[in-house]
């Protein structure tokens, strides 16, 4: 049943199958003799094997028209494959996008949970971490900066105090102890507070938001370096 249920995903009826792999078992046979060993009736045996000869699985005896014959598995296997690489060639080249479905706006509640959610954006970080957050906020995340240090990443820190973390681009920002802004790989942002009982954060993978708060991260270190001039 197995070689059956494989026959029938390149196309071939459940008939057209059990015919194929009886004439591979059997040698030549005629529709009254395939239909009695495949225990079918004679005029779908007949019907099959006909189909079965217009998708190349069989051929008709030039001696006896009686009588078919299994293409060769080597054959029948090499058309299968010829035909499912133009069929995925095919599907490569005019199948439609799909349209992106715009990423939800998710609100992160509690401490611990906002926590939790900073960390794991800066560990599953990629190539870079833009953080605007205090310097106590900092030293909660220190051990996971160190990990995307270790890896390689570009990390950017704006914050009230240097946290004097080697590899580290920082810049002097003073803003409120309790805002949290994080960008990531231009993919994901959160941005709220982040304060015992009553942290909050937006968190989303909007384009759009991400977008926004890239930019105005990169005027506020452009003003920062303004500043220090």
């Known amino acids: 049943m197995e070689l059956i249920q494989a026959l029938k995903k390149f196309g071939f009826t459940q008939q057209e199958s059990l015919m194929y792999v009886t004439l591979c078992k059997m040698g030549a046979m005629t529709g009254y003799e395939a ?14 094997l006909s189909s079965l000869v217009e998708k190349g699985g069989a051929i008709v005896s030039s001696e006896d028209s009686s009588k078919y ?7 029948l296997i090499l058309n299968l494959r010829r035909s499912c690489e133009s069929t995925l060639e095919f599907l490569e080249e005019n199948l439609p996008e799909q349209e992106e479905e715009e990423a939800p706006y998710l609100t992160i509640s509690g ?44 990390v950017v820190i704006l914050s009230d105090e240097d946290p004097h973390l080697s590899g580290v681009v920082f810049m002097h920002n003073e803003a409120p102890a309790e805002n949290v802004r ?48």
Do not use: F
């Open 35 to 48: 239909a009695k060993v495949s225990g079918i009736s004679r005029s779908n045996a007949y019907a099959a």
């Open 69 to 75: 014959t299994a293409t060769p598995r080597e054959e």
């Open 182 to 229: 994080i960008i990531a790989d231009t993919s994901e942002v959160i941005v709220g507070t982040l304060a015992v009982n009553k942290g909050q954060c937006l968190y989303s993978k909007n384009k759009h938001l991400v977008s926004l708060m890239r930019e105005s991260l990169l005027n506020e270190i452009e003003l920062i370096k303004i500043r220090g001039i």
């Open 111 to 154: 401490y611990g949970n906002t926590l939790d959610k900073m960390r794991n954006m800066i560990l599953l970080a990629k190539g870079w971490v833009y953080l605007s957050v205090s310097s106590s906020t900092v030293k909660l995340l220190t051990p996971d900066l160190d990990n995307c240090i270790k890896r390689g990443l570009k």
